[in-house]
């Protein structure tokens, strides 16, 4: 907290202060020259927490640790055991429970969840709805609204009793949610009446902070086609796929203002008097009918992985719809679809486990290349002299250590000559190995996990790497054995590592890591 200055020594303007020290900042900070901007502060001391990592005396202690008969899932400071019935806060220095929820039958488990952050540049009139909160949605078809840090139920819309919901996904991050129903199939009946069922699936979308109804929409396979298969939100977009490996994309806005045959608000009464919106047994009707096919605005057949849009400027990475172009990644750009120069990413892995790309989530635009033995982070450049024209180019490149020194040629005993006819895979356990690319945005970091071989068991170390630059800046070794048999995760969150993995006998466990400084030798 920063004391008000006095008025003989007036705080100089945040953008002209230069100290670079950490201690020379604290201590401006507790006289009261520190900036009133509140994300000026909290940049200055991320700054501060990212020097104290790297430096050569802070290490990271495994504090804590927890096994569950269900998957364990991790965000933002909190870690959600037994189907989000049971919270914990990984803030404090070691992991403290936040709460526990009465236990319910299978039926009415949690399936899936999101958090949501309490909105900053908003005032909502309820106080509730200014907090944090957790959107559960239930094997019984609910959706609850609940106190991230209480487990405090604070809403509740109960959805379908026609349609089964099952998945959870966010549109618009913090703005705009979705809930998926499963795929419909033709029952019994159906088929001996010889009707046909045409509807794929149903999607719910909401508004949060405060928590609204946009609409609920079903999925036609006479307008999108026979083939769809499957469909998802995200930016404004409804996504499409086939079984053809074709995807489409439509835009939902136009979508809810030509299809929406009426605006629908929760807790208001059904037409035709049948119950109230949200609630049991009415839950929330269809109310955009979608009776023709809206504008595409983009469509690609593609291989393998589907098709990601991102950087700047626009481009989409996918990989053609041919077997030539297995494990190759192409880079168009979005206006005209040409493929960019160098745009064909390949390398070439002889590996068990197939590389992978991504848009780099720290919105600068560049892509992140990632395999067994090498992640490269290319940028999208405008070509010298052509500026509709565009070539990837390699900003940096972090490369695995390999031992290359095993001779090709060997001599046997008797001097018999024996030429080597294999190479060794790129994800050889006996190799370092990449296996994870995360990246920390508060401290400008890229978290990557590598996995070498001691003692007839795999080793995991956490290397922290500059994510403007590449270079190495430190690495973490995590104590728990690495069985590539089995699926690990790892988040690195500030000061702390959490390691999530699937164990034995379908058990998982979670180890905790806190940052911790050695104690200096000297008396």
């Known amino acids: 907290m920063c004391a008000l200055p006095s008025p003989c020594a007036q705080r100089p303007p945040a953008c002209t202060r230069t100290s670079k020290n950490s201690c020379a900042v604290l201590t401006s900070r507790s006289s009261g020259s520190c900036s009133n901007d509140f994300g000026r502060l909290l940049g200055a001391n991320l700054k ?17 640790s927890k096994t569950s008969k269900s998957l364990i899932a991790y965000e933002s400071g909190r870690i959600y055991f037994d189907n989000y019935r049971c919270c914990y806060s990984s803030l404090l220095p070691e992991p403290e429970q936040l709460y526990e929820l009465h236990k319910t039958p299978k039926t009415e488990k949690i399936e899936d969840a999101l958090l949501c952050q309490c909105p900053l540049e908003d005032v909502l009139p309820n106080a509730s ?13 609910w959706l609850y609204r609940l106190s991230a840090d209480t487990g405090k139920m604070l809403q509740r819309v ?24 499963i795929q419909s199939k033709q029952t019994a009946l159906e088929r001996q009446a010889g009707v046909d069922n045409n509807i794929l699936m149903q999607v719910a979308v909401f508004q949060v902070f405060p928590l609204e109804l946009v609409g609920m929409l079903e999925i036609n396979k006479k307008v999108f086609g026979k083939t769809a298969v499957d469909v998802l939100l995200s930016q404004g977009v409804l996504a499409v796929s086939h079984s053809s490996r074709h995807v489409k994309l439509y835009s939902f806005e136009y979508i809810v203002n030509k299809f929406r045959i009426e605006k629908l608000a929760l807790r208001q009464q059904c037409n035709g008097g049948e119950g109230i919106v949200g609630e049991s047994p009415c839950g929330i009707p269809v109310n955009i009918h979608i009776h023709e096919c809206p504008p595409v605005l983009f469509e690609m057949s593609y291989f393998e992985n589907g098709v990601q849009i991102g950087g700047h400027p626009w481009h989409f990475i996918y990989t053609p719809n041919h077997k030539r172009h297995r494990g190759t990644h192409h880079i168009c750009a979005i206006t005209d679809g040409a493929l960019a120069k160098n745009g064909v990413q390949d390398m070439k ?67 018999r000559t024996v030429i080597r006819r294999f190479q060794l895979l790129d994800d ?13 945005d508060e401290l400008d970091l890229l978290a990557v ?15 922290l790497h500059d994510n403007k630059t590449g270079i190495l800046l430190k690495r973490v070794p995590l104590k728990e054995p690495w069985d590539v048999t089995y699926s690990h995760d790892v988040d690195f969150d500030r000061d702390t590592i959490i390691h999530t993995v699937q164990e034995k006998n379908n058990t998982f466990c979670c180890y905790v890591y806190k940052m911790k400084r050695r104690p200096s030798d000297e008396p």
């Open 428 to 440: 050889d356990p006996t190799q370092e190995t990449f296996t994870m690319v995360k990246y920390e």
């Open 449 to 463: 996990i590598d996995i070498t071989q001691a003692e007839d068991e795999g080793q995991a170390h956490l290397r």
């Open 349 to 415: 892995c002889d590996s068990l486990e197939a590389d992978w790309i991504f848009f780099h989530p720290d919105d600068s635009g560049r892509v992140v290349h990632a395999g067994p033995s090498a992640i490269n982070v290319l940028k999208i450049m405008a070509e010298t002299g052509c500026d509709w024209k565009y070539e990837m180019v390699t900003d940096f490149s972090i490369t695995a250590a390999r031992d290359n020194s095993a001779p090709q040629v060997m001599v046997t005993s008797s001097g």
């Open 158 to 181: 109960y959805l379908s009793s026609r349609f089964k919901f099952r998945s959870l996904g966010w549109d618009c991050p913090q703005e705009t949610f979705y809930v998926k129903s």
């Open 129 to 141: 709805e200014q907090k944090s909160c957790l959107l559960a949605l239930t094997a019984h078809n």
């Open 48 to 64: 501060i927490l990212r020097n104290i990592i790297l430096q050569d005396d802070t290490e990271f202690v495994k504090v804590w």
